[in-house]
């Protein structure tokens, strides 16, 4: 059975009988996986400092004969992200990268700039906090990196860049004149422009983006709806998220 190192970052574990966890990772040069941690409730050695969400570390991976799942050997710990668990919102938002990178890519797809995209958001997260703004910046690559990002300073279908009005249809990549378009729903020009601009911003940067809540609003739902063109299911924590937005006046 063969074997492989990664580096690797956590994004879920759950508990499998009375001492094993099964864990899904994803990892720079594997790409999402889930694997077997025999004992991982109970082994110091193997796997000090944990499995918690979002820690980052080497992943020791052995391959099984016949098993969908892999087994992890040891995962030698880098960083835990231990300021992200001391805020409720730099929480949320970590847990919500990790599960929209695990319902977007696929498995065992290997995706270095995603990795390393997902990395730089966890850093920026505990170092500068949590922000709307840097939030959609991070859809925005991640959609991008993966191909998927949508088309907002100009109609997807003729490339008219001067319409008066666009609708938004993530069917058909995102903005569309009106003359094209054949359903979707009016998207604002700030939400559009906004969109455009967080586009090229970087994590970093973003710490200096400052939305109006109106067309942070406008810019959340555009992107969730391209997301969920995308996947299978609901994010679960959306949910969590829309709570914190609504508690903060629509910030996160």
Same mark, same amino acid.
């Given at each position: 059975?063969?074997?492989?190192?990664?580096?690797?970052?956590?994004?879920?574990?759950?508990?499998?009988?009375?001492? $094993?966890?099964?864990?899904?990772?994803?990892?720079?040069?594997?790409?999402?996986?889930?694997?077997?941690?025999?004992?991982?409730?109970?082994?110091?050695?193997?796997?000090?400092?944990?499995?918690?969400?979002?820690?980052?570390?080497?992943?020791?991976?052995?391959?099984?004969?016949?098993?969908?799942?892999?087994?992890?050997?040891?995962?030698?710990?880098?960083?835990?992200?231990?300021?992200?668990?001391?805020?409720?919102?730099?929480?949320?938002?970590?847990?919500?990268?990790?599960?929209?990178?695990?319902?977007?890519?696929?498995?065992?797809?290997?995706?270095?700039?995603?990795?390393?995209?997902?990395?730089?958001?966890?850093?920026?997260?505990?170092?500068?906090?949590?922000?709307?703004?840097?939030?959609?910046?991070?859809?925005?690559?991640?959609?991008?990196?993966?191909?998927?990002?949508?088309?907002?300073?100009?109609?997807?279908?003729?490339? $008219?860049?001067?319409?008066?009005?666009?609708?938004?249809?993530?069917?058909?990549?995102?903005?569309?004149?009106?003359?094209?378009?054949?359903?979707?729903?009016?998207?604002?020009?700030?939400?559009?422009?906004?969109?455009?601009?967080?586009?090229?911003?970087?994590?970093?940067?973003?710490?200096?983006?400052?939305?109006?809540?109106?067309?942070?609003?406008?810019?959340?739902?555009?992107?969730?709806?391209?997301?969920?063109?995308?996947?299978?299911?609901?994010?679960?924590?959306?949910?969590?998220?829309?709570?914190?937005?609504?508690?903060?006046?629509?910030?996160?």
């Amino acid at each position: 059975m063969a074997g492989l190192s990664t580096p690797a970052i956590v994004l879920r574990a759950v508990s499998y009988g009375d001492a $094993d966890r099964i864990v899904t990772l994803f990892g720079r040069d594997t790409g999402r996986l889930s694997a077997l941690a025999r004992g991982a409730r109970k082994s110091q050695r193997r796997f000090a400092g944990g499995l918690g969400l979002v820690a980052v570390g080497v992943a020791a991976l052995r391959e099984r004969a016949g098993a969908d799942l892999l087994t992890l050997e040891s995962f030698d710990v880098t960083s835990t992200h231990v300021e992200l668990g001391a805020d409720v919102a730099r929480m949320a938002h970590a847990a919500y990268a990790a599960e929209l990178v695990s319902k977007l890519c696929a498995p065992r797809q290997v995706e270095p700039d995603v990795y390393d995209g997902l990395l730089a958001f966890l850093d920026c997260l505990e170092s500068q906090g949590a922000s709307a703004e840097r939030l959609r910046v991070f859809e925005l690559r991640l959609l991008g990196t993966l191909g998927f990002g949508p088309v907002v300073d100009r109609c997807a279908a003729c490339g $008219d860049a001067a319409a008066i009005a666009y609708r938004w249809d993530p069917d058909r990549g995102g903005a569309l004149c009106t003359a094209c378009a054949r359903g979707g729903r009016p998207i604002t020009s700030e939400a559009r422009r906004a969109l455009g601009h967080l586009a090229t911003v970087s994590l970093a940067a973003a710490a200096h983006e400052s939305l109006p809540p109106d067309v942070n609003r406008d810019c959340r739902e555009a992107l969730m709806e391209i997301i969920n063109h995308h996947i299978n299911g609901p994010l679960k924590s959306v949910e969590f998220i829309a709570k914190l937005s609504a508690a903060s006046g629509g910030r996160p």
